[in-house]
């Protein structure tokens, strides 16, 4: 039972503005009486005990949940990529890498790319050996298939978490599998395939680094192993921050970490007031203009870690990630990317003052 692909999906990554991602979707264990498309979109996660075995096994169920603790085999699938893809600093996300050829005439060099865009989508399905395993099924609702693996994590870690306290740490072992399914009300569940996304660095057009670049490097560099003690911490928090943020694919996290990377480096308490003072400082724009975004921030924030939201957009991300690297560039020396700001102020004043 390998599966079947039945669609393609394309999409532009934040950090590799250039590169288009390619990702495939397919279905597995589907049949007549539950063609795909026709359950409701939930979670599965199985996971290893460590030699501890569910003797009886335990099989209980609830509208929206199911938990079963068994001796048996794992049945897994989904999508492998095959040809030279490399991973990208982003989970699940796949980079074709372009090598570089470097010929030289007397004292001209020249650097030459080769392409590379072959690669290939394959389904698989395969089974773990017979072990004592816990199984969980969720129902996710309200959710666009890409979301269903980082809601589905958090809205079963009390059920692990109350399994954990109860049977000790042996029973949840290793993690075999979490994958996208439907939920039949008969029980059945059909696997939703989602490969990882491809894309390829040949997409974009080759650059040389600057003299100037090099400089500011240089400038930037000397400007930090100059700083105190404070400052120094400060720093290496918040850019610590910045690239867990980067790395991460769980909007709600990924929106924490960037705020945390703002606190880090403007706000010595919890006024929020600094953040805006010392945008007012460093770009075009006054501090009216950045007041309102920054409290709209914070208020999501507040919102997201006391649980009256679990909603974040993609221009939220987009603006407060913007926020966070002018605030670093500035701290780190002064770097100056106009383009990035006027890009910032744009989406601002579309979302937030149109």
Known sequence: MAGRMDSTKRKDELRYKGIEFLRAYGWQRSDQQHPPGNGNLGYRAVYKTLKLIPFPSVHLSWPNLRVRMVVEGVEFGGFSVKGDAIPSIFPNKLLLPEYIEISQDGNSITYHGETNLMWEFTAYSKEFPPS??????????????????????????????????????????????????ELFPDGHWNRRMISPSVGSESQLNMRKIENSQIEQMRRSIDAYQGFGEGDRKNTALATDWFWKSEKEEDRID??????????ALEMP???????SERLALITSEDYDFWKEPIGRLFGKRSDLVHGNSNEVDEHEIVILRGIAKTLLANRLGGIRNPE???????????HFKG
């Open 254 to 263: 990924r929106f924490i970490q960037l705020w945390i990377c703002l606190e």
């Open 269 to 275: 308490t919890t006024n929020i007031k600094p953040i």
């Open 340 to 350: 990035l700001v006027q890009e910032l102020i744009g989406l601002i004043k579309t």
């Open 132 to 181: 004592g395993i816990v199984e969980i099924l969720l129902e996710v609702e309200n959710s666009d298939e890409n979301d269903i693996i980082s809601k589905g994590r958090r809205k079963v870690s009390p059920i692990l978490t109350i399994l954990d306290l109860v049977y000790g740490e042996r029973l949840i072992g290793a993690l075999i599998t979490e994958e996208v399914v």
